[in-house]
């Protein structure tokens, strides 16, 4: 199996330009790569959208826990179904 689809099997939390590095790869090619192995199923895109939370809550963490100034929204990748 690929480093890079073993690497995210275990659940490792890393920013895409340190697991470009890591795996010495541009970001470029890391997205790519990641984006062929979610049409193969072994990898799935999370989307975060951290626009300010229109409920007002304070129990949620997913509005107060990330520090996003821009609001942009935060890719996560995580293992699909294929990657047991």
């Known amino acids: 199996m690929d480093e890079l689809l073993e690497f995210i099997k275990h659940g490792n939390s890393i920013s895409v330009s340190e697991l470009a590095s890591k795996f010495k790869m541009t970001t470029d090619m890391l997205a790519a790569r990641l984006e ?4 193969l199923g072994y990898v799935k895109k999370v989307i975060l959208d951290t626009s300010p939370c229109s409920q007002g809550c304070k129990t949620c963490k997913g509005c ?17 179904e294929k990657l047991k």
């Open 36 to 39: 062929r192995y979610e049409q």
């Open 64 to 80: 107060t826990s990330i520090k996003n100034k821009k609001n942009e929204p935060i890719t996560f990748w995580e293992k699909g």
